[in-house]
């Protein structure tokens, strides 16, 4: 019985983990739920609580206490509010962690998760960008894994044979090109919240369709990549391919490219982590390639989405860089989504955020102590709090000059 809990649970990923589960027939007597943790969408945290009977759940919106209350009435079942509850429900023992709390949110419930010892499923890119290694050494430290849920790198995660690190010449992120793909910088001038939010392949959350969007989304995953895999950033590459049926690539020295296919639903990679090391059997979608018929690829045009250019130089500074890139993005998206931003403005801001910065040292290796030192993920959030403030003065800046 391996006791799962799912960070996120009310998500577009957690939603998926849980009918996963409910596919594989097993839950109840392969799977058991320990923990569900949801923001702030109550109604639907109460409903799974009601269906899963976890060990404990968790809603992070601490004003909603009452609700939440009224509504789970006398179930039976445990129940807690509030950013505490939630990182203490993400650090309780259980054998695998879905951690799928979105943005930098998901930073602290994640990190507690790291030191659980479970495997980590790990779809928050964005805790992974701004900890960097440090959170990889931490599962591993507690003797856990981490197995990455992002389709492309849950493809590499297939397809890199460790033994023959040294011969890998380059990883290959596939990108779907998001909405706009063919778009030229004067089309996307005007381009609104609304054609934003139409993902051509896949179902997301809002943060990560904006992010597909501006490929904001493929810039993370290259940071995402050069972590997970501890590879430098040129050898790295983006390759536009509009059907998102290859998830990515390894390309190895001796001429051979390695790929992993699939249909573009989430549930794939997910069934992977869940099974790791073995492959489960479920109905999942298949995939018809004659049906299909033509699969193509572009370069990606950096000129329209320089987010993807701007998660690069931030891999390549370090020192923060990539905490600063991801913090001005989820405060940009916020405000496009809000309609207070334009959509080219999103990567304006950032970069004038990552111009602007100042990035206090990050804690050496030498003075992290690998199962306690908390220091890299306190270190992220305190950048990620002084750049929501300069964002606030970008802001404040550009409406003076308007
Ligand atoms: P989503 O917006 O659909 O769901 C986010 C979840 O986080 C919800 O359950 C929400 O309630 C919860 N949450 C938000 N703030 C919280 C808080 N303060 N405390 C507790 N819970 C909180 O997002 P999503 O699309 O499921 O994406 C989740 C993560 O997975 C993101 O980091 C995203 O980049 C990554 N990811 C998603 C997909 C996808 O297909 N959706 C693919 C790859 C990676
Ligand atoms: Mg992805």
Redesign the pocket.
Known sequence: MRRISI??????????TLRLLDETGRLGEDYVIEAL?????VE??VEQALKYRPAIT????AAQWSRFRELIGNAGLAIACG?EA?CAAAGRKADWVM?????I??LK?TWAAAGTGAVLAL?????LVCCGRALIERVEAHGGRVLP????HNAIYQVLDPSQRDRVSRLILTASGGPFLGRTREDLKSVTVEQALKHPN????????I?SATLA?KG?EFIEAAYLFDVPADKISVLVHPQSVIHSMVEYKDGSSLAQLGSPD?RV?ISYCLAWPNRIDWQAPRLDLAARGTLTFAEPDLDAFPMLRLARQALEAGQGMPTVFNAANEVCVQAFLDRKIAFLQIAEFVESAMMRAQLPSIPSKDHVNRDTNDGMMISALDIDRDIRRLMGELFAESRLRA
């Open positions: 960070l996120g649970s009310t998500g577009s990923i957690g939603v998926s943790i949801g923001g702030r969408n639907l945290l968790v809603l992070g919106d950013e939630v951690a799928a709390i979105v943005g949110a998901g419930p779809a928050n890119k964005e805790s849920v992002d389709s492309e896949w179902s997301m959350g809002a943060k990560i369709t992010d989304n993370l989430m990679p």
